[in-house]
């Protein structure tokens, strides 16, 4: 069965670095997002991408985050300089059609990025 | 503001004893309903939606879930719970027009044989 895969499963980094995670959305799907959980707290939206382009993004997604499609396969989220608070659970996820109304999202088993 | 909560944050039941998953929610348009669950591991996986129609909505893994409007809630039942049902459950809600689903903050559960 298709999967969404991610890598690493989980980064350990220093604060100010750049991070990148790598997300394998499933190979027919158009949509593509990130969300992310800290420990505790609830599953938040990041961002959505459509198209080559961002579609939505909350209000978490500042300067500091960016996303890239950079070939046919790979989906991106780039953290420029890591924060303390940045540590969290990130999951990508994909789907064949846009809007939540739609169908089914198809999640990753996250990457955990640590930030020390 | 849109939200979800869950409050249950750890259920503990036996093995073959019924389940009920609190969800309710605060959205100002007509709300889609889902879950999800998490298993070690794993990434989330969706168990069922609501859109329209039939308030009770049956999923995968023997689980459904009732829709009720006049109390903002979205409950998860299974009549029956197996041990492989340990994980993390996640109610969420998106609406027509958004990409972003809202998420609960997530109730564990934990079986006992």
């Known amino acids: 069965e298709p999967e969404v895969t991610q890598t690493p499963s989980h980064q350990v980094t220093q604060m100010g670095q750049e991070v990148i995670l790598r997300c394998v959305p499933i190979?027919?799907?158009?949509?593509f997002y990130w969300y992310r959980q800290i420990l505790g707290q609830k599953v938040e939206f990041l961002v959505s991408?459509?198209?080559?382009?961002?579609?939505?993004k909350s209000e978490i997604f500042d300067d500091q985050f960016s996303v890239e499609r950079p070939d046919g396969s790979n989906f991106t989220l780039k953290i420029r300089s890591t924060k303390l608070e940045d540590s969290a659970m990130y999951f990508c996820?994909?789907?064949?059609?846009?809007?939540?109304?739609?169908?089914?999202?198809?999640f990753g088993e996250g990457s955990r990025l640590t930030v020390l | 503001a849109q939200s979800v909560t869950q409050p249950d944050i750890h259920i503990t039941v036996s093995e073959g004893a019924s389940l009920e998953l609190r969800c309710n929610y605060s959205?100002?348009?007509?709300?889609?309903l889902f879950w999800y669950v998490q298993s070690p591991g794993q990434g989330l996986q969706l168990l069922l939606k609501?859109?329209?129609?039939?308030?009770l909505v049956q999923g995968i893994k023997g689980f459904e879930a009732e829709f009720k409007r006049s109390q903002s809630s979205f409950n998860l039942r299974k009549p029956s719970v197996h041990w492989s049902d340990a994980a993390e459950y996640f109610c969420?809600?998106?609406?027509?027009?958004?990409?972003?689903?809202?998420f609960g903050t997530g109730t564990r559960l934990q079986v006992f044989p």
């Open positions: 996820a994909s789907t064949r059609q846009g809007g939540t109304d739609t169908g089914e999202l198809f």
């Open positions: 190979s027919n799907h158009l949509y």
């Open positions: 991408f459509y198209n080559n382009e961002i579609s939505e």
């Open positions: 959205y100002g348009a007509t709300p889609y």
């Open positions: 609501y859109f329209s129609g039939d308030t």
């Open positions: 969420a809600v998106g609406a027509y027009n958004t990409d972003k689903l809202i």
